[in-house]
């Protein structure tokens, strides 16, 4: 097969002149081939994206050989305006961010079968659920102790499903530590407002849906943000908020849902990502990683212990 190879003085990629496409830049994690993709789309540039092989986690984008030089601008023109912008996950870090999502399934599970099988379900859910009077009288554990309280198995396994979806979506981007603790803090924060907003009633509510729907929020606000800074049509950077608005609609508005809870979290959520998005320029190394992750952990204990002498 006639071929040549040639160095891209920039990035340091590499691309092979084939009889029909040209396999520009090669050895994509998920993230990189994500936006090159966008990057490409934007300018009109043909182009196809393949999987290496089905054991390696790494990506080819391959261009039609007359948009070699468009496409080869196109991405240099991004990553000028982007060297402060933070790197993109590193390979391992999709991996990572399931397992997180799926240990926090785990956990609503072990929550539920401890609370539930038992003939005091229906007081612990008023001990430690989101009680808005209480919760405005300073009985703050509750925001937090809510998120793990379930009505029922069909409520516990959406949102199961939710949380290792979309927890491992967010943790994909910011890392599993600050990710969980972004995540439980939109829920924190959704629960909080949702209290003041219905304090003097005898509103109560339980379930991880706000945490879920800030998660959400985090990861919509975040791709609307990283999309601004790309070149082309500045409609299509609000397709990430639009389609957590969707959600939003979609699985957030059912009967018997707490609506304001869900649409607060979104909203917490969404400041969350977007000041993330705007503000760190890095993804965080390990060790932030780990104190991120030690913070929720603590949360949530400090919850249940507090929670635990109030009841």
């Not at 789309?41 to 261009?63: A, C």
């Amino acid at each position: 097969m006639n071929y040549r190879k040639q160095a891209h003085p920039n990035s340091q990629l590499f691309f092979y002149e084939k009889n029909q496409m040209v396999s520009l830049f090669e050895q994509l994690n998920t993230d990189q081939a994500d936006t090159y993709a966008i990057v490409l789309s934007s300018e009109g540039i043909v182009f196809q994206v393949r999987k290496n092989n089905d054991h390696d986690s790494t990506w080819t984008i391959l261009v039609a050989p007359h948009e070699v030089a468009r496409a080869l601008a196109a991405v240099d023109a991004y990553q000028r305006e982007n060297r402060t912008v933070s790197p993109a996950p590193q390979d391992d870090t999709p991996r990572f961010a399931l397992g997180a999502g799926l240990w926090s399934a785990i956990v609503l599970l072990i929550a539920y079968l401890l609370f539930y099988d038992s003939p005091q379900a229906a007081q612990r859910i008023r001990d430690f659920g989101a009680a808005a009077g209480k919760i405005v009288d300073g009985e703050w554990h509750r925001t937090v102790t809510a998120l793990l309280i379930h009505a029922d198995a069909v409520h516990l396994l959406g949102n199961m499903v939710g949380l290792t979806l979309f927890g491992a979506a967010v943790c994909t981007y910011l890392g599993w530590g600050l990710g969980w603790f972004l995540i439980l803090a939109s829920g924190i924060i959704g629960n909080w407002a949702n209290a003041y907003l219905y304090q003097g009633s005898a509103h109560l509510s339980v379930g991880a849906s706000t945490a879920v729907f800030g998660a959400i929020g985090i990861i919509s606000a975040y791709r609307l943000i990283r999309m601004q800074r790309l070149p082309g049509k500045k409609i299509r950077t609000f397709l990430p908020l639009g389609g957590g608005l969707a959600l939003l609609a979609l699985l957030g508005s059912s009967a018997h849902t707490d609506i304001t809870a869900h649409f607060l979290g979104f909203g917490a959520g969404t400041v969350l990502g977007g000041g993330y998005a705007l503000l760190v320029k890095q993804l965080l190394s390990k060790r932030y990683q780990i104190c991120y992750l030690t913070i929720t952990v603590v949360l949530l204990l400090a919850a249940w212990t507090q929670g635990t002498i109030y009841g």
